[in-house]
């Protein structure tokens, strides 16, 4: 999924580290029989920034670069991707190393004051959480209930690591129903980081936010819904629910923000205005039995 950068000098130079996602355990079973199972690999990767120590993320490692990239971004230490000369992972020392080109001034103190987050795998952001909130201005955009359904159907039917060994979250950004990338690590803050670098590497070459929908497997925090709106996306999906702090960010901004969206069945918390409802494909209505 990563793209070459090296034929641009604008972008970041970019290693394409590649390590094992899943590993094999022996494990015993209900009848007591010992069987192998696959499990997600964990590793630690220490982000140094022109060689100070940045921050630890825990991670799947499945592309550690844009993870990098997007961390970096959705914590607002850089204002554009063209301030990164390059980032080099090593596996081997489970380190990733980041040369900016003119340093990121007053760094000691935008990353002096951390909030640790609900994301899995205890995630944290840098700064004030709400800080850019009301600068943020989404773009008008609309998704259909016939779209909703294709997006959760391609998340049903792509290959996941989740299926073969469980443990991991999944994020995707859609153009209506067309998925354009699908990412899973072992917390959703991290995929959503890695999608964000995914899409600032694309925005030169006109690539913007505003007609995508973002969808993940996990919760909407309030984290997520920032991190959706930093990316410019108006609509989140997930299968799952909603925090009261997620809902209250998703409303301030005008994000439609859509859960529990599992086959038929879906709910809108937020922005109802931008889904194109089409009741008629849910199917009959199931009535409660006196």
Known sequence: MTPSTFSDPSLP????????????????????????????????LTVYVDKRELVTLMTLGAHPELLVLGFLR????????GEIESITVDWE????????RHGIAHIEEKTSRRV????????????????EIDRIALPEATLSQDQLYGIVNAIRLQET??????????????????????????GRHNAIDTI???????????????????????????????????????????????TQMGHEVAERIGLCAIGRATNKRFVCYTGAGRLHLQPELAGPRLRAVA
């Open 13 to 44: 130079r970019l290693t394409q580290a590649h390590a094992p996602l899943t590993r094999q355990i022996a494990v015993v079973n209900e009848f007591g029989d010992t069987e192998l199972i696959s499990i997600p690999a964990e590793r630690a």
């Open 74 to 81: 959705n914590q607002r230490l850089v204002q554009s991707v």
């Open 93 to 100: 020392v489970g380190a990733a190393a980041v040369k900016t």
């Open 116 to 131: 640790v987050t609900t994301g899995c795998g205890q995630g944290s952001v840098f700064g004030d959480l709400m800080a």
């Open 161 to 186: 690591t989740y299926k073969s060994a469980g443990s991991v979250h999944g994020c995707a950004l859609f153009r209506g129903g067309e998925m354009l990338v699908f990412v899973e690590d072992v």
């Open 196 to 242: 964000a670098g995914w899409m600032w590497l694309q925005e030169p070459a006109g690539l913007q936010g505003g007609d995508k929908v973002f969808y993940t497997t996990g919760r909407l925090t309030s984290e997520m819904v920032i991190k959706s709106a930093q990316m410019g996306v108006p609509i989140v999906v997930s299968r799952s629910g909603i």
